[in-house]
């Protein structure tokens, strides 16, 4: 007998962490560039832009009290206070797409990524999976620091001691990828998304519903 079987995944939410330099940020843009099931969640911050980057692509740039504002209403899913600027991810960019069966990429600091992974909101601790770049010695650390280039020796400096601490907390993610390539990294996180998203709690079906998304035959 064949019946109609309508399937809809409901999406993940990517934590994705790792010392600046470890290429998280590259990782998740990436993939959402690539992959129509993917967006990349757009910080906001308070600091000013960088040369080349821009309001709402690479993050919302706010002011420190319209920030606080949007704190106080609730606005935030995560936030917090990193070299005297305010970052945070807003619920916007997050839950209407888990619910939409889409993935949500973020690049958090291990501060803001423990507050996302203690979430108490049922959303959220269902889709959450938790990712940790690490790269694979100091020099290669210190050698991707500086080739930024944006930033003063005083400035990496303080990101190095800050990326020192950071490394330290690997092992409280599920998953760690030690970073190699570029392409080498992008399998591995290509390879851990495509897994999550074959986890059958995921999944949630209709029998009979062909507006759904996929049909199977049994």
């Given at each position: ?11 993940i939410l ?7 330099g470890s ?44 920030f606080e ?150």
């Amino acid at each position: 007998m064949n019946r109609e079987l309508a399937l809809q995944r409901s999406g993940i939410l990517c934590v994705v962490s790792g010392p600046s330099g470890s290429g998280k940020t590259t990782l998740c843009k990436a993939l959402s560039s690539q992959d129509p099931s993917s967006v990349y969640a757009v910080s906001a911050t308070t600091r000013p832009p960088r040369p080349g980057e821009r309001d709402g692509k690479d993050y919302y740039f706010l002011g420190r009290e319209e920030f606080e504002l949007r704190c106080t209403k609730g606005d935030f899913l995560e936030f917090a206070e990193v070299y005297g600027h305010l970052y945070g991810t807003l619920k916007s960019e997050v839950i209407g797409h888990i619910l939409e069966g889409r993935d949500v990429l973020m690049d958090l600091d291990v501060q803001g990524a423990q507050i996302v992974k203690h979430c108490e909101d049922p959303v959220i601790q269902d889709a959450a999976v938790d990712i940790f770049i690490l790269p694979p010695n100091e020099e290669e650390l210190i050698r991707r620091l500086n080739h930024r280039a944006t930033e003063s020796p005083e400035q990496r400096e303080l990101r190095l001691r800050h990326a020192r601490d950071e490394m330290g907390h690997w092992s409280d993610y599920t998953y760690c990828i030690v970073s190699g390539t570029k392409e080498d990294d992008f399998a591995a996180f290509q390879s851990i998304i495509q897994g999550e998203r074959c986890r059958s709690r995921r999944l949630c079906g209709n029998i009979g519903d062909p507006d759904r998304q996929v049909e199977l035959e049994l």
